[in-house]
């Protein structure tokens, strides 16, 4: 499968976006909301670098300047290349969840290359009373 080009120009549905210097983030995660949404780390020249998703922002983007996290190799470049991180506030998980998969497939970012593919293998399924479960 050809893989597009990086759209920067994805818009967001109607939520709250703001964006905090990783500067501040390694200082304190006080202002940013404890809610569930998505991130985007994002390097000097503004390509997003990683996107994640989360239950409670302040918490997980805390955990990127845990003194544990500086163990991991991709912990260590987010802290090293980024400059911004891009919060997005959206309601709920599920919410969350769909806008992860759809900024990891219009931005491309090198860091989360793995998301996009395991977005595809969700499958859907209808439930209902009146049709009998198949047998194994």
């Known amino acids: 499968m ?3 080009t990086p759209r920067e120009d994805v818009p967001a549905p109607d939520v709250a976006t703001r964006s905090f210097p990783v500067t501040e983030l390694a200082q304190s995660c006080a ?4 809610a569930a949404g998505v991130y985007v ?14 239950t409670n922002l302040r918490a997980r983007l ?7 996290a500086a163990r991991h190799r991709k ?4 802290q090293r290349f980024a400059d911004t991180v891009d919060v997005e506030l959206t309601g709920s ?7 992860e998969v759809q900024l990891v497939q219009a931005l491309a970012p090198p860091t989360t290359a793995a998301c ?7 499958h859907w399924h209808r439930l209902s009373r009146c049709v009998p ?4």
């Open 93 to 99: 998980e599920f919410a969350a969840l769909l806008r």
């Open 62 to 68: 805390g955990s990127y300047f845990q003194p544990a």
């Open 41 to 54: 780390f994002r390097g000097p020249e503004g390509q997003a670098l990683y996107v994640g998703k989360s």
């Open 133 to 136: 479960a198949p047998e194994p």
């Open 31 to 34: 202002r940013v909301p404890a």
């Open 116 to 122: 996009g593919a395991r977005a595809l293998r969700v």
């Open 75 to 78: 912990t260590r470049s987010l």
């Open 2 to 4: 050809r893989r597009e």
